[in-house]
């Protein structure tokens, strides 16, 4: 960004805004939650920036794709407060996230290949009783997945009994084979989630291929992040971050 020279290489809220198709409020914004390190003022009171300012907005901007607004917004602030280790360890937090998240999809992606096909459904629901001798189990097996979250029968309205719908019958189903499979409750959990939140099995393929993409975008956003945070940090302490350790000179 090239500096106005009409401010003596100061910069001023419109020229960091322009720069990234922002609103010069959206700066000032940015600047008052401590994204930005303080504006200079000029002796009339408006604010003037610097080019640490502009790499400070590079940076945050380069951070939100990978870390979200609160992570990098908050390493920012810590950054511009010399906590650098706070930011780091911010840092760090978002990376162990990505890498849980990758966790999951391979467990979801796992107890995939471990499905058979589900049984047709039944007509109008099944109540627990005809459900689990189905499964070949207790129906206080089926209470326990329930209680768990990976199975949601509703009540009948009239007698309150528990029963089961095309959707409660089919993660019943889920989970009984992924029991036999060796899959604890909690690693089965993710796969239910999914299922409910593709709309069933058919459209989970599709979602985990979606997901699959996202998670990768997601690691490459955290690179460009840390490029242009690590340039902001050598615009702030050029001394301290170009500093190399020189070897001691041979005698």
């Known amino acids: 960004m090239a500096p106005n020279p009409q401010n003596d290489g100061r910069l001023r809220p419109v020229d960091l805004a322009r720069a990234h198709g922002l609103s010069t409020q959206a700066v000032r914004n940015y600047e008052e939650a401590g994204i930005l390190p303080p504006a200079g003022r000029t002796p009339s009171g408006y604010r003037t920036y610097t080019t640490r300012h502009a790499a400070a907005l590079r940076a945050f901007l380069a951070l939100l794709p990978g870390h979200g607004h609160q992570a990098a917004a908050s390493v920012m602030r810590a950054v511009n407060r010399g906590a650098l280790d706070e930011a780091f360890r911010l840092i760090d937090e978002s990376h162990v996230q990505l890498l849980e998240d990758r966790r ?7 107890a995939l290949r471990d499905l058979d096909p589900a049984p047709a459904p039944e007509p109008g629901g099944s109540f627990i009783g005809p459900l689990a001798d189905r499964l070949g189990i207790r129906p206080a097996t089926l209470r326990k997945w329930e209680r768990a979250g990976l199975v949601r029968p509703h009540r009948d309205p009239h007698t309150g009994y528990r029963v089961y719908d095309d ?3 089919r993660d019943a189903h889920l989970v009984h084979q992924l029991r036999r499979g060796g899959h604890l409750l909690e690693q089965i959990a993710p796969l239910i989630t999914q299922v409910h939140a593709a709309g069933g099995l058919e459209p989970l393929e599709g979602a985990l291929t979606d997901w699959r993409r996202r998670l990768s975008d997601r690691g490459r956003a955290m690179l460009s992040g840390a490029a242009e945070l690590e340039a902001y940090l050598r615009e702030r302490m050029p001394t301290a971050t170009n ?9």
Request: zero cysteines; aromatic letters at 0%.
């Open 104 to 110: 999951t999809l391979h467990a979801v992606e796992n």
């Open 167 to 169: 959707d409660a019958v």
């Open 243 to 251: 500093r190399v350790d020189a070897a001691p000179a041979e005698r």
